[in-house]
């Protein structure tokens, strides 16, 4: 009896281990319709990108791994820039430190706050950086958390950009 109940209470609680935890869990869903306050003024509806393949990637000042990510990220923003729109979206802190990061550190591209971390929520994030590539419709197609490399990057955008295509 007791060994039934352990196979019973087995098969039925959920297995931490799965490999569909964090933001991979999102893949093949479209993004979500989030507005963020931009670095500069105004504001960005996410789902106003559409038409345009996008990385998306959520970080924070804070972050040593995000710090170091992000001169490859501008460096693939200024590389891509007519085929990808590449935006950071900070994760829990105010405008004004991701605008004096923002100026301090050369980035280019479009910088966002989520002071509430309703996107975090949302995609499920499992830690910093996490990024997310969106093909031109808004379906998220490929998502990583953890640090990237410039060859990672390029190589998960260029196999975005080749789905554009089919």
Not at 6 to 15: E, G, M, S
Not at 21 to 49: H, K, W
Not at 81 to 93: M, P, T
Request: net charge neutral.
């Amino acid at each position: 009896m007791v060994v039934g109940l352990v196979v019973l209470v087995a098969a039925l609680y959920p297995n931490g281990g799965s490999e569909n935890r964090g933001p991979a869990e999102v893949i093949g869903s479209r993004l979500p319709p989030v507005t963020v306050p931009l670095e500069g003024g105004g504001s960005l509806d996410l789902r106003s990108l559409r038409g345009r393949p996008m990385l998306l990637n959520l970080w924070a000042t804070w972050c040593g791994p995000c710090r170091r990510e992000m001169p490859a990220l501008e460096r693939l923003s200024n590389a891509e820039r007519n085929r990808l729109v590449v935006i950071a979206v900070d994760q829990g802190e105010d405008l004004k430190t991701a605008e004096a990061y923002a100026r301090r550190f050369g980035v280019t591209f479009a910088v966002g706050v989520d002071a509430d971390q309703q996107l975090g929520t949302v995609l499920h994030l499992a830690g910093l950086p996490s990024s997310f590539f969106i093909d031109k419709d808004g379906v998220i197609r490929d998502a990583v958390d953890g640090e990237m490399t410039y060859s990672t990057m390029l190589a998960k955008t260029s196999a975005l950009m080749g789905s554009q295509w089919r």
